[in-house]
């Protein structure tokens, strides 16, 4: 096999077409009511065009994967190759993504756009400023932090406790200078000195609402709700208090526009919306996926992180707000990944090792079992590397077949859509097997909200159970009093294991799920349970991906990947 350039090197020898070309495919007239080109290569879809698609019969796969290691899984790639594979067979079929935040662009990660021969395009612009919608989300959330501490200035009418402000400002970037800040330090009469702290823009309330809304009057609406502060009384404060949801929404107008690119195979996809799985419920927006399912026959989408974090949310959190449903979920895999989770050193990886490979296969066996409680068809997707062996895919064949589950061994990275066939026909098969009155939520609204955290730490974890101070089973109380006691649970916790130790592998069982913080996202209409010492404003690695990011000397982006 000759070598493979480097993803932006690939991206820039693509056959880009005018994305006009793109939508005609999926029957979209080039008409301004449809959509509004963002340059050539990027759109906007039009609200007032989407209200007038009719619904179909179409089928939604969720794509999802073990837990992350620094192996790589590749679950962005898989959505785009799959959804390539899926038009290779002859099936119409549209990616739906999440947007790159700038925090991972330059931290750990890179780009986010796939990779390889899976790439959605124009893959910079895509993985920087894009069509400014983080950019927006960002201004939205600030703007009303600017407004509680004005209000507060100019004699605090609502009688706002500035000890009991529980809203914080945000940026897009990994900033962990930022974590507590001291604000109103200038010597004002009406300034009151007080704690603060930053969040990363994914992580923000209303990153979470522009992805659960589904039209502006909804997102106008959910804003409005957001609890921003207590009185000293305890009494709520919410946005709507501060005449803030329409100044917010009015940022938001156009960023709630779904945005339209395309594959490197010129099929459809849409990126919109970005909260992070760890921190957040991981899942592009409602506007996007339901577009696409009034557009195509075949959607596929993805949930952040593992299966256990971001399709857990994808399928007790978005399904729920939005009443969807997938009909195939696909596991992605690498035998890298799963050797590190049986014990086997990053370095040492490239080499077979059967029983290395044997001891990791249990954290595949959890999320497909994890799946399956929901009532859904699993496909398991090995993404497949050069330094795999013959003897090791036949292990983890013999071992999903075992379980009554079909794998197909993918060379999308190298191969694109070509290299995703096989799975394209496992997954028709998979959603012409599923049965829609199969599928359950883990937990019923009902439940308490205890026993909703509970219910996610055994099931889905394997732990014995949860561990919280007086005072955070108080405040849950409280939540349940005030009438917030049927929202859903967004568990913040390590995407590195199924437990709170990001170094304990594998699928361990008989953990402790420790709950060091609750937080009432009344907007959003859930309930973040922080776990374990997860940050809500990540830190920079000790060398960022942002120090091999340059412009040349043809003024072309380098070092993204």
Known sequence: MSKIGSDIEIAREAKIKPIGEVLAKLNIPDDPFAFSPMGRHVAKLNLEYISTLKEKKSNLILVTAITPTPAGEGKTTTSVGLSDGLNKIGKQSVVCLREPSLGPSFGMKGGAAGGGYAQVIPMEQINLHFTGDFHAITSAHNLLSALIDNHIYWGNKLNIDPEKIVWKRVVDLNDRGLRKIKINLEKLKSNIPRDDSFDITVASEVMAIFCLSNNLKDLEEKIGNITVAYTKDKKPIYAKDLNAQGPMTVLLKEAIRPNAVQTLENNLAIVHGG????????????????????????????????????????????????????????????????????????????????????????????????????????????????TDTDNEVKVIQEYCSKMGIKISLCTHWSNGGEGTKDLAMHVVDACKKNKKENFKYLYSNEMNILKKIETIAKEIYGANGIELEDKIKEQIKEIERAGFGKFPICIAKTQYSFSTDPKLKGAPSGHTLSVREVRLSTGAKFIVVVCGAIMTMPGLPRVPAANSIKLNKKGEVEGLF
Do not use: W
């Open 275 to 386: 909260p992070f799985a760890n921190i957040a419920h991981g899942c592009n927006s409602i506007l996007a996926t339901k577009t696409a399912l009034k557009l195509s026959d075949y959607v596929v989408t993805e949930a952040g992180f593992g299966a256990d974090l971001g399709a857990e949310k994808f399928l007790n959190i978005k399904c729920r707000e939005a009443n969807i449903q997938p009909d195939c979920v696909v596991l992605v895999a690498t035998i890298r990944a799963l050797k590190m989770h049986g014990g086997i050193e990053k370095d040492n990886l490239k080499k077979e090792n059967l029983e290395g490979l044997k001891k990791g296969l249990p954290n595949l066996e959890r999320h497909i079992q994890n799946i399956k409680k929901f009532g859904l068809e699993v496909v398991v997707a090995i993404n497949h590397f050069v």
